[in-house]
Each structure stands twice: as C-alpha cells, then as structure tokens.
C-alpha cells in the first residue's frame, strides 16, 4: 500500500522530468534531420551544375563522370572506419567534425581558380567526411530513445535524405541560375557552417548513450558479472555481421539504396529520353518522387509509434511487414518497367515504389536491436558500408545496361527489371529471416529500457 502510494506521489515529477527529455531527444532528431538534409544538398550539387562545369572547365562527359565517382573512392571505407571511432570518440564531437569537414570540401569551389583537380580532391574529401553520417546520426539519435520508440526518429532522420533532395534541388537551381554553379558549392558549405554552429550550442550525447573506451570495457565486464549498464555486454562481432538478422538488413538495404541511386542518376534521362518529357518535367517528377519517399518513411514511422505506444509485445516478427511491403514494391518496379502510359508510370514512382525506403527505416531499427549499445555505432556502421556499395554500382550497372542494349528503351527496361528482382528477392529474405528479437535473445542483448529520468 505504502509503495503505491509513494509513486502515485512521486508519478507528477516524473512526468515533468519525463517530459523534458522528451522535448530534448525531438529537438536532437530536428537537428539531425537538418543535418541529414546537408548532406544530401551535397549529393545534388553535381547533377543540377553539370552543364555549366563542364562547359567553365572543359571537362568531357567521361571527365565529369570521374568526378562523381572520385565521391564514392573512400564513402564506404570512411562509413566503416569512422564507425568505428564511435567506440573511443563522443558522437557530438563525430557529427561536428564530419559537418565542419563537409563544408571544407565545398568552399574551396568558390575560388576561380579552383579547377579539375580541385573538384577531384574535393569531391574525395566530401565521400569520405560523408560516409560515416547515416550510421553515426542514428547511432547518436539512438542514445535518446529507448528501443521500443525508436522506430520513428529514424524514419525522421531518413527523411533527410528524401527531402535533401526535394528542397536542395528547386533551391540550388535558383542559385546557379542568379549567381552561377560555383555558388551552389559554396551556399551548401556555409549551410554546413551554420549547422556546425547550432550543433556546437545545442547537440548533447542522450541519457542512453554508451560509455566510451575503457568505461566500455569496464561496462562489459560489468554485464558479465551480472551488471547493467548502457554499453551492453560485448558481442563478437562475427556472431552479429553473420546473423541472419544482419545479413538479410543489410541486403535489403543495398536493395533499396539501389533503387535510389538508380533514380537519382538515371530517372531524368530514363523519363526524358524513353517518356518523352522535357527536362523541366523530368526533373519536376523526380521531385515528386523525392516527396513520396519522405511521406512514406513518415507514415511508417507513425504507424509504428501507434503500435509501440500501446506497450502490447507484437504478434509477427519485425521483417513480415516490411519484407511483403518489398514484395508489393518490387510488384510495382516491374509493372513501371512494362507499361508505356506515363501518367502511370509517374504515380507508381510517386507511390508505391517508394515502399522500398521502408526497408532502410527496419533494417537500421533491427540492426540496432541486436547490438549492444556499445558496439551499435560499428554494426550500424558495417550495414551503411554494404549498401553504400549500390551507390556505386547501380548507377555504373544501369547505365552499361542502357549502353550494352539494342535501344534505350530495352535497356533501361532490362535494368528496371533487374531492380524489381532485387526488391522482390531481398522482400521475400526479410520476411524469412529478418527476426530482430529472436537473435537479440540468440546473442543475449537486452532490449534498451525507457530513457531515465531526472533525478529529483
């Protein structure tokens, strides 16, 4: 009797204490958000500038596609190594580094003198200041939520990517057009400054972030007596890269990011050359296109919330949901790929083959479920590395495809194809083997309990 009514008495701080780190952790994922929406800036400015770059500097075709690519030369290897640093170094320090680098790499753009190789070495230094952010982001973001509620700040956090390109691309336009494409570098490096500057007043590790070092390591050791702490008891890492949990996220994410880079690279051309719109139209779709992939990561992660809040354990396994949401994804990729009507061929873009970012939501929540909080940010780390890889090969592939075939037409329709298989394979692999819950019990890693309260 006396212990209830102690909490009853002690529930209205609690709430108020709750209440405020809620307010913190949603004002940390708002910043992160922006961040995200940096980032993807960056990636834009090539594509919308190419005509005026190679035009100023003389570069061919084949010039300028070295120059994309010199981008992805170090991504995937920086997403893996300074994952690791996650382990030694605070996030909020990673985050700014990675935002003051950024900006680095985009200033030096603004200077006339700065030409071909100064767009290589930049472009370098871009990649790999911006491999690590995706896992680093969700792995800070991940020490403010406990793991049942987490599902929709990541779903937030991706809409950055998404909306990066919805906002940057109408914007940067503008600016290209005013005051010329070296601008458009350096407007994306100053909004990389000032995020830096808000991140450096107001960016804090969250209550359930894990110790660093060799607190982790006494942490661990720790655990293994039979203690708790946020670090978690450490998994080698062999046993979660080769879980069935982690082997199948990682797929479906390189499957989804596949499709994404294929779009980014390829879409206009494809609905320019293939459907007959102008260039204006193609770019107004992918737009679009951009917008239903940021509605569809929110509505997920809204569906998901809903069902977390009701504190019910779920009746089907994590990947059953977004493995059929694959499933009806790829369905559609390969209806885009055979029909000739382009009013269709826009809605489906728009709408159902936007399902495929669901995937990047689940993997990174099931992922995150089974590591433990000390090693998250290297697991989380290892998925961005594997599906980074499609960002490379999926525009080289599509377009050696479109090259190979007797038409353009032919070709994109084999690469869209190829596309849906890979959805429809990594839908059907989700829904067998994507169990977070069942290999966190397997690896014996703890659900993350509710973020603590304030004391007093």
Known sequence: MSARTGEATAAPAETDGARQLRRRAWGTTWLLLTFMLVNFADKTVMGLAADPIREELGLTRGDFGTAQSAFFALFSLAALGGSFLTRRVRTTVLLLGMALLWSAAQLPMLLGAAGFGTLLATRVLLGAAEGPAAPVAVHHLHGWFAQRERTLPT???????????????????????????????GSVGLAGLVWALCWYARGADGPLAPPLGRRAASAAAGDSAGGDSAGGAFVPYRRLLLSGTWL??????????????????????????????????SGAVVTATAVGNAVVLL????????????????????????????????????????????????????????????????????VARIAPAGQRG???????????????????????????AASVPEGYHHAYLLMAALVAAAGVLAVCFLRPERDAVRLDVPETPAVPLPAG
């Open 155 to 185: 779903a937030v956090l991706m809409v950055g990517a998404a909306g990066g390109v919805a906002v940057s691309a109408p914007l940067l336009t503008v600016v290209i057009d005013v005051w010329g494409w070296r601008w458009a570098f």
């Open 248 to 281: 199948t996220a990682a797929f479906g994410a390189f499957a989804s990011y596949w499709l994404l880079s294929a779009g980014l690279t390829w879409a206009p051309d494809y609905l320019h050359e293939v459907s007959g719109l102008s260039l204006k139209q």
């Open 299 to 366: 509505a997920h992660g809204l569906l998901a919330r809903r069902a977390s809040s009701k504190g019910t354990v779920p009746r089907w396994p994590a990947g059953l949901g977004g493995g059929l949401v694959m499933c009806v994804a790829a369905v559609s990729i390969a209806a885009f790929a055979e029909v000739d009507a382009v009013g269709v061929k826009i809605a489906l873009m728009v709408g159902p083959m936007a399902l495929t970012n669901v995937i990047l939501t689940v993997s990174q929540t099931a």
């Open 378 to 404: 290297v697991v989380l780390g290892a998925l961005a590395f594997v599906y980074a890889l499609a960002g490379v090969l999926s525009p080289l592939v599509t377009g050696r495809m479109v090259d190979a």
